[in-house]
């Protein structure tokens, strides 16, 4: 099929205006700012003809591409959030086109010392006659989630003006705060009113994901003994100081996001605050199944325990919550979900190739509150840096994906 991309003028449009989410901030959105990418979205969606598209009080786009057939089509949705990452500036973004890329150095010129090397991104060996697209190396690109919103604006708006091109309702979310893992937090799923789902936030052309790690988040306040340091001889107790033995116990060879691959999950703090008399650890738990998530905890509180032991006047409080779940669970109720889209790979002329996350989408969490929701490519690469890049053709396929996709659906129905 003919598709006049608009994909690439979306892409850097998007990535000039910052979205940087805020985990300190308990608003939603966690900043104002992503709702100016949000008005910009909707002012797009109107002008092609989705009459409903609108931004709500937290931040979220909401809009219908409206069903063009006969048949009883599920309705789809296709996600992907405003957001960029807390880890690296995304203010005032210079998106720079190395064009007919043929596998030299790029070096970003905001900073010398910031050089893509094929031996250092492996994928750009795939990039030869590519368009590649980076920052200018003061700034993250915004590639993880922008590429995606860019796609599944050009699919819609391929939609839109090929009437001819059968498809059944879809449904268009945009989410703010999915970096800092509140993406869903106030979404509205009776207004969303999707049956089946798609994240486009993936990495790697023809790439489909479908599983993620299962998530929990940990808490430890220790209360130590505070007294005065010149007569503290045998009362004080510091909490800053078990805080620091509690990291250190933890396990060093194995259980550590620096020493695991695959499908192996660990135990990673992530912070530490507090003074003599408290201190807080917080740290984040991985791993593929409940039961393997379940076996951290139990590593955690044990090495809690037998720390407290040499602090007998002290006190470790350890608190646990869900953040999110494996949506494999979901998804292999729903085979038919991510067999279209293997399909729909396979029509744009891609090998599918199904992957695991390590870590987790708002597909995770829409899986689970009844929307089964995959990760679709969308070609973004080395994201949350200044590194970060997108090739124009990796983001062209994915558009080519997503229209398949809705095409498929319609076909089977």
Not at 285 to 313: A, G, Q, Y
Request: charged share 25%; glycine share 8%; hydrophobic share 35%.
């Amino acid at each position: 099929m003919k598709i006049n991309h608009t994909v690439t003028e979306r892409f850097v449009r998007y990535v000039q205006i910052d979205t940087q989410s805020n985990p300190e901030s308990e608003t939603c959105p966690s900043t104002l700012k992503q709702k100016n990418l949000g008005k910009i979205l909707v002012e797009e969606l109107l002008e092609m003809g989705i009459s409903d598209a609108h931004l709500d009080e937290f931040g979220y786009v909401y809009a219908t591409v409206p069903s063009n057939t006969n048949k009883n089509v599920p309705v789809i949705c296709f996600c992907s959030h405003m957001d960029t990452s807390p880890d690296c500036s995304g203010e005032n973004v210079k998106p720079i086109i190395h064009k007919n890329y043929q596998g030299e150095e790029l070096i970003l010129p905001a900073d010398n010392s910031i050089v893509l090397r094929m031996t250092e991104h492996e994928d750009l060996k795939n990039q030869i006659g590519n368009d590649i697209i980076t920052a200018d190396g003061s700034t993250l690109l915004g590639a993880d989630n922008k590429a995606g919103l860019a796609e599944i604006m050009d699919a819609a708006n391929f939609f839109i003006t090929h009437p001819e091109v059968k498809h059944g309702t879809i449904r268009i979310l945009f989410t703010p705060d999915e970096e800092i893992g509140r993406g869903v937090d106030k979404v509205d799923m009776k207004k969303l009113g999707a049956q089946f789902g798609y994240t486009m936030d993936g990495e790697t052309r023809g790439h489909l994901e479908d599983e993620t790690f299962s998530a929990d988040g940990a808490t430890v306040t220790i209360t130590g003994v505070s007294t005065h340091p010149g007569f503290a001889k045998g009362k004080m107790e510091s909490a800053i100081k078990i805080s620091a033995a509690i990291v250190d116990a933890l396990p060093k060879e194995t259980c550590t996001p620096e020493t695991t691959s695959g499908m192996e999950g660990f135990i990673h703090p992530t912070s530490i605050s507090g003074n003599i008399e408290q201190s807080t650890i917080h740290l984040i738990l991985r791993d593929f199944t409940d039961e393997k998530l379940r076996e951290k905890e139990t590593i955690l509180r044990s090495v809690v325990n037998e720390v407290m032991k040499k602090f007998p006047h002290s006190t470790a409080k350890v608190e646990v919550r869900e953040q999110y779940r494996n949506m494999k669970v979901v998804l292999e109720k729903n085979p038919q979900v991510t067999a279209y889209a293997i399909e729909a790979i396979k029509r744009a002329g891609m090998t599918p190739q199904r992957e695991s996350i390590r870590g987790g989408t708002d597909g995770s969490r829409l899986s689970f509150m009844g929307l089964p929701c995959p990760n679709i490519f969308a070609g973004e690469h080395a994201f949350h840096s200044k590194q970060e890049w997108v090739s124009v053709q990796d983001m062209q396929k994915a558009v080519e994906t997503i229209i398949h996709l809705a095409c498929i659906w319609e076909e089977k129905s």
